[in-house]
Structures are given as structure tokens and as C-alpha cells.
């Protein structure tokens, strides 16, 4: 039976025993930085103003692309995070400082679950803006936790966590978003394309080949990615209590049918509130059957005519 140390090979078969965890890959490449890297002879670091849109290209505006995630500053920045916390974990994380793997899981698992949940949440948003709602806060949740991750293992390091005025954070703070025109029936490249060239901005000020500097990094990005949650929730949270959910949508669509069909029919009006009423029927009791004019606008007005 293999040991701690077994790695699979071509056709070789993961050993199942109890209690057995398999280890991390990160530990056998310390020197990795993901599975591409940009810079490569294949994979060219744009320059500045190389992501304008090509002349006579069909830009998507459809009413679902526009409503989606694909443009959000939060999302782009949530892979951002993700990448750069795989590559940090690949990195500083081994068998001496995390031995079973545990921390890597949770802190990269953290990172993905950001994106996963702002792109399910943004979905969810022309039927339910509670759902949505629920999903960017469990978003904001999962950037909180790898925040305080990477603030212990500052913290476990003896290392200083960056003061609000330090010259890296604010070079952080200041890297611009990058912003591209979508092409229809083109935007998951064009989306993954904008994420990269925002990867390439950031990753001369992330990734450093000192462990505390490239967590203080990650921390920075971190808590900016919880402000821009925390104002999309609170942006989503007014929202609603102004205009309502989509409950609210659909009763107030179905009023305005009622509306629409009492008026085509020359309805009476209603003695309430004066507006058209329509012709229903007595489901129950001793009048059941008979009919009777009622409110187009009911429940909001009982109004009635025989």
C-alpha cells in the first residue's frame, strides 16, 4: 500500500483506504503559476487600448445579456481573485505549512465560490431579486472568510497587514477596470478575454515572490471585492422596496389586464374608485352561478354592480 507521499502516474489508480486524503498538487510544483500564463509566446499581454471592438462588429444588447454578469466590474474581479489565490496557494503552501491540505482547499474554494454565486445570483434576477439577493450576500460571505485566511497566515508569519495609506495599496486601488464591447454570439470569449488582460493588469502588484506582500495583495483585492458586493446589495435592497419582486410584478401585470379587457368590453365603472369593472360569477353559496359586475382593480377596491 502506497504511503503520504504516493503520486498518481498514467493508469495508475488512486489506493482506497479509510481516512486516506489525497494530496494537493500544488505541493509537487512549487515554482507553478497556473495551468496558462500570460506573457507567453502564445498568450500576448495586451497594450494599452488593444481591447477596442474591431469596426462593423454586431454588439449584443438583448435585453437578458444586458441584465447579466458578464459586465460586472464584482465578477471580473472575482476570477481575478480566484486566479490569483490558486497560483498563491500553488506557490507558499506545502506539506511543512499545511500538511493535509486543508487550508489550500478552503481558501481556493472561497475564492470560487465568489464568481460562481455572483454569476447564479445576477441569473436569478428577472425572477426573483430576493434570490439574488441571498446569493450575493452568501458571495460576500465567502470573500470575508479568505480575507481573515490570508490576514492569520499574515498574522501566524509575524508579518505587518498593509496601513491604509501604503504605496502598494493605493497602487492597487488605482489599476482601472477594463471595460469591452461585447460581440454577439461571441461574449463567453470575449468575457474570458477581459478577464485575462484584467489578470495581466493586476499581476505585477499581486504576485510577488514574497509570501507576506502577496497576501497583503490578495487582502487589499479581497476587501475591495466586499465593497462592491456590499453596494450591490444595498443598490438591489432599495430597488425592491421601491418597485417589489417579481410577486409584485405579477400582480400588477394582471390588474392591468383586467383593465385592459373591461375597458375593450365598455364596462360600467366602479362606483369606488371609478375605474372599468368586469362581469364575474358567484362561485358559492344560494346565488352561486349568477353573475354580477366587480372591480377590475380587486383587492385593492370590492367595489360591485348588480
Same mark, same amino acid.
Given at each position: 500500500?502506497?504511503?503520504?507521499?504516493?503520486?498518481?502516474?498514467?493508469?495508475?489508480?488512486?489506493?482506497?483506504?479509510?481516512?486516506?486524503?489525497?494530496?494537493?498538487?500544488?505541493?509537487?510544483?512549487? $515554482?507553478?503559476?497556473?495551468?496558462?500564463?500570460?506573457?507567453?509566446?502564445?498568450?500576448?499581454?495586451?497594450?494599452?487600448?488593444?481591447?477596442?471592438?474591431? $469596426?462593423?462588429?454586431?454588439?449584443?444588447?438583448?435585453?437578458?445579456?444586458?441584465?447579466?454578469?458578464?459586465?460586472?466590474?464584482?465578477?471580473?474581479?472575482?476570477?481575478?481573485?480566484?486566479?490569483?489565490?490558486?497560483?498563491?496557494?500553488?506557490?507558499?503552501?506545502?506539506?511543512?505549512?499545511?500538511?493535509?491540505?486543508?487550508?489550500?482547499?478552503?481558501?481556493?474554494?472561497?475564492?470560487?465560490?465568489?464568481?460562481? =454565486?455572483?454569476?447564479?445570483?445576477?441569473?436569478?434576477?428577472?425572477?426573483?431579486?430576493?434570490?439574488?439577493?441571498?446569493?450575493?450576500?452568501?458571495?460576500?460571505?465567502?470573500?470575508?472568510?479568505?480575507?481573515?485566511?490570508?490576514?492569520?497566515?499574515?498574522?501566524?508569519?509575524? %508579518? $505587518?497587514?498593509?496601513?491604509?495609506?501604503?504605496?502598494?495599496?493605493?497602487?492597487?486601488?488605482?489599476?482601472?477596470?477594463?471595460?469591452?464591447?461585447?460581440?454577439? =454570439? =461571441?461574449?463567453?470569449?470575449?468575457?474570458? $478575454?477581459?478577464?485575462?488582460?484584467?489578470?495581466?493588469?493586476?499581476?505585477?502588484?499581486?504576485?510577488?515572490? =514574497?509570501?507576506?506582500?502577496?497576501?497583503?495583495?490578495?487582502?487589499?483585492?479581497?476587501?475591495?471585492?466586499?465593497?462592491?458586493?456590499? %453596494?450591490?446589495?444595498?443598490?438591489?435592497?432599495?430597488?425592491?422596496?421601491?418597485?417589489?419582486?417579481?410577486?409584485?410584478?405579477?400582480?400588477?401585470?394582471?390588474?392591468?389586464?383586467?383593465?385592459?379587457?373591461?375597458?375593450?368590453?365598455?364596462?360600467?365603472?366602479?362606483?369606488?374608485?371609478?375605474?372599468?369593472?368586469?362581469?364575474?360569477?358567484?362561485?358559492?353559496?344560494?346565488?352561486?352561478?349568477?353573475?354580477?359586475?366587480?372591480?377590475?382593480?380587486?383587492?385593492?377596491?370590492?367595489?360591485?354592480?348588480?
Amino acid at each position: 500500500m502506497p504511503g503520504n507521499n504516493w503520486l498518481p502516474v498514467a493508469g495508475d489508480r488512486e489506493p482506497k483506504r479509510r481516512g486516506y486524503r489525497r494530496p494537493a498538487t500544488g505541493y509537487q510544483r512549487e $515554482e507553478a503559476t497556473g495551468g496558462w500564463r500570460l506573457g507567453a509566446k502564445d498568450k500576448r499581454i495586451p497594450a494599452a487600448g488593444d481591447w477596442r471592438p474591431k $469596426e462593423n462588429k454586431r454588439i449584443m444588447t438583448s435585453r437578458f445579456f444586458c441584465s447579466g454578469y458578464y459586465k460586472l466590474d464584482a465578477w471580473v474581479l472575482a476570477h481575478c481573485i480566484a486566479i490569483f489565490t490558486r497560483r498563491f496557494c500553488e506557490r507558499f503552501l506545502s506539506s511543512q505549512n499545511d500538511p493535509k491540505g486543508r487550508h489550500y482547499d478552503q481558501m481556493y474554494m472561497a475564492a470560487r465560490s465568489v464568481y460562481a =454565486n455572483i454569476a447564479e445570483g445576477r441569473a436569478r434576477h428577472s425572477t426573483s431579486t430576493e434570490t439574488e439577493m441571498r446569493l450575493l450576500d452568501v458571495a460576500r460571505g465567502s470573500v470575508i472568510e479568505l480575507s481573515e485566511d490570508l490576514m492569520q497566515l499574515i498574522i501566524e508569519q509575524n %508579518g $505587518e497587514l498593509w496601513y491604509m495609506n501604503h504605496p502598494q495599496m493605493q497602487a492597487l486601488q488605482q489599476v482601472p477596470f477594463i471595460h469591452t464591447d461585447y460581440e454577439e =454570439n =461571441n461574449w463567453s470569449h470575449d468575457a474570458a $478575454e477581459r478577464i485575462k488582460m484584467q489578470v495581466a493588469l493586476y499581476e505585477p502588484l499581486v504576485m510577488s515572490n =514574497n509570501m507576506l506582500d502577496c497576501a497583503n495583495a490578495l487582502f487589499v483585492l479581497c476587501k475591495k471585492m466586499e465593497k462592491m458586493l456590499s %453596494g450591490f446589495i444595498d443598490k438591489l435592497f432599495e430597488e425592491f422596496t421601491q418597485k417589489g419582486g417579481f410577486t409584485e410584478s405579477l400582480t400588477q401585470a394582471r390588474l392591468e389586464h383586467r383593465q385592459q379587457v373591461a375597458l375593450s368590453a365598455n364596462a360600467p365603472l366602479c362606483p369606488k374608485c371609478g375605474k372599468p369593472m368586469l362581469q364575474r360569477m358567484i362561485k358559492k353559496g344560494t346565488k352561486q352561478g349568477q353573475t354580477f359586475w366587480g372591480c377590475s382593480d380587486y383587492p385593492r377596491c370590492d367595489g360591485t354592480r348588480d
